[in-house]
């Protein structure tokens, strides 16, 4: 049994190891890039909110959403059209997007902004039911960024 959990902390210290290396990132793992230029007025926003005690689904999903980054849109991460940010709902100031979003627990949101205002989102709760297939994940994720761009 501690063989097995040794085995899934350093299979998961090496996945983020990967996914940070040469990235510049935030608090998080998400691909947050630093800009110094402004953001552009029409772009893409994925949130992944979480609450502070994580579950194995959770750390999944982030690999897939940045592995669906990586895969499909690294021209819009690096021109700032498509931004994934990694929200904890226990972290002080969390509470506005519970509200403005509409939802309780651990979920991803897709943001869609025109001309620098939010024009629509979607809560991708449905997510939660393809985690254990992560290409599926992917597509899903893929498919509703594009919707979005």
Known sequence: MLRQTTSKILFLTAIITFLISGIQTGPSLGIAKL??????????????????????????LEVAINEALQTHFPEEVKEGKVIF?????????????????????????????????????????????????KDVTIE??????????
């Open 140 to 149: 899903f994720i893929r498919s509703h960024i594009v919707d979005y761009l």
């Open 35 to 60: 800009q110094a230029a402004p953001l552009p007025a029409d772009r893409v926003i994925i949130y992944q909110f979480h609450r502070r005690f994580r579950c194995d689904s959770c750390y999944k």
């Open 85 to 133: 940010k990694v929200v904890d709902l226990d972290a002080e100031g969390s509470d506005p997007y519970e509200k403005k979003y509409d939802f309780f627990y651990n979920t991803v949101i897709v943001v869609d902004i025109e001309n620098g205002e939010e024009l629509r989102f979607k809560n991708l709760e449905e997510v939660w039911g393809l985690v254990e297939q």
